[in-house]
């Protein structure tokens, strides 16, 4: 083993050893601090001063959102709090996620409010099962819930009867949701089955109602839930003591975070179109490593975010399809044929690969105009490059010598042979012209070590 081998082995072991510390490190500062803050929250507890934590979901409900959603309920019933209040905003999500939330929800030891606020917002689909889970269901003004009616995920068309099975199971959820806690059972089913909406107005003052309270914010919620008597999901009576509470927000980690916004219909299909560029360029260049790389690591996180996402399989197959047609333009002579029908195909693969009515789901033409071209326009150009690199003359070998200009060291007559100095070399040439000594010389053939040349 050489030194450099070694200092090689020696700088990546410590280099291993570095990113180890750090990332313990770190881990054990997070933990320390969580820790810190749980025991806070803890002692006032037990001086008699009651704790309320918050926690914030503003996007779709999917796997990392059910974690952060769980996670803050496991740490206020470990903290004792008096109450957890989720401000929730979203267009919707998975059921799967939803229903694990609802029962963290139902099996918490601490109340659960769901605030749907500020003024503006809304939760729809998935968000509404949740609303319709928590302890205390709560709206600011101006906002709506509803439009619960299931949908598939993968973006194909479910059949009628497999869409009714869904629909009946989703609505009879609900039902159970509404008896225990004591809510508008018929509107939640009109929700599913109709996609009703409802705003904070229809919700409080339907009979019985859908939600307790209209609060601007999370501090008037808590003035006018402070007494309140509140019946959990097993029968239990509880009183909520909130006055002078003191709040501990509980905010995703930062790979929550990340995740999350990974999760994201524009997010991902950036992700989608870049891992497949990044991968084609390595397959055009074997070595290139850094877009294979690359390529490889976009495209695993945007099959994560297409999971979580309503995602048409044709949407995916037309993108394929329209970079397949791009990169055959240049090798098959269709006078422009296939790059038209990569770029429309590339274009409407764009917009059919989120399957939802919904806007917060859609990709903007502002998105994917600029993206269809930019992606046409760099695979043309990449390959291009390649076609016009093989189409370039060999510099190398008998190909090489072809064409090469030199001159005459000795005459050369008709079929005589004499000798040229061309490439640097002497060679051996003949000629089927007369050939004088200092004239200017061009290879026109190459056979061994004798060259054919013509006089310029």
């Known amino acids: 083993m050489n030194r450099r081998t070694r200092a090689s082995e020696i700088g990546c072991w410590s280099l291993g ?46 796997p990392v959102v059910g974690e952060y959603v769980r996670n803050a309920i496991q740490k206020a019933d470990a903290a004792g709090a008096a109450l ?16 694990a939330i609802n029962t963290a929800i139902i099996n918490a030891k601490t109340p659960v409010a769901v605030w749907v606020g500020p003024s503006g917002g809304r939760a729809a689909s998935a968000g509404f099962m949740i609303t319709m889970a928590a302890d205390i269901a709560a709206m ?48 939640i089913e009109q929700a599913v089955i109709d996609s009703r909406s409802f705003t904070e107005q229809e919700a409080a003052g339907a009979v019985p109602p859908l939600i307790e309270v209209v609060a601007s914010d999370v501090g008037e919620l ?9 019946r959990r999901f097993d029968g239990r009576e509880q009183v909520l003591r909130l006055s002078g509470a003191s709040r501990e927000a509980l905010a995703m980690s930062w790979a929550q975070r990340m995740l999350s916004a990974i999760a994201h219909p524009q997010v991902a299909y950036l992700l989608l179109t870049l891992g497949m560029l990044g991968l084609t ?7 290139s490593i850094f877009p294979g ?55 409407f693969g764009s917009l059919m690969l989120i399957d939802s009515p919904l806007p917060e789901m859609q990709i903007g033409l502002r998105m994917i105009i600029p993206i269809t071209l930019s992606i046409a326009g760099i695979l043309l150009f990449l390959v291009r490059l390649a076609v016009r690199a093989q189409q370039q003359r060999s510099v190398t070998g008998e190909a090489g010598m072809l064409d090469e200009v ?13 000798r040229v100095q061309t490439h640097g070399e002497i ?30």
């Open 293 to 347: 790389v690359a390529g490889g690591i976009c495209l695993l996180l945007a099959f994560f975010a297409l999971q979580v996402l309503p995602v048409s399989y044709a949407g995916v197959m037309l993108i394929v399809l329209g970079i397949v047609l791009l990169i055959l333009e240049v090798k098959i002579t269709s006078f422009g044929v296939l790059a038209v029908g990569g770029v429309v195909s590339l274009f």
């Open 406 to 418: 030199g001159h005459a060291l000795s005459s050369i007559s008709p079929g005589g042979v004499g």
């Open 140 to 187: 600011a003004p101006g906002t709506h819930i509803g439009a619960a009616h299931p949908v598939s995920g993968d973006g194909g068309k479910m059949d009628d009867t497999m869409a009714k099975k869904v629909a009946s199971d989703t609505a009879s959820y609900g039902r159970t949701l509404a008896q225990q806690r004591q809510r508008n059972a018929t509107l």
């Open 281 to 287: 360029v390595e397959f055009w260049n074997p070595g």
């Open 17 to 62: 050893v570095v990113s180890r510390v750090f990332v313990t490190t770190a881990l054990c500062l997070l933990a320390a601090s969580a820790g810190r803050a749980q025991e806070r929250a803890q002692e006032r507890a037990q001086q008699g001063t009651p704790v309320v934590y918050t926690a914030e979901v503003d996007g779709i409900i999917q």
């Open 222 to 230: 808590l003035q006018k839930l402070d007494g309140r008597t509140i």
């Open 84 to 99: 957890l209040v989720l401000t929730l905003r979203t267009p919707g999500g998975l059921l799967d996620t939803t229903r």
């Open 427 to 456: 060679w051996t040439a003949t000629s089927d012209q007369d050939v004088a000594a200092g004239d200017r010389v061009k290879v026109v053939a190459v056979k061994g070590l004798l060259l054919t040349v013509r006089r310029l």
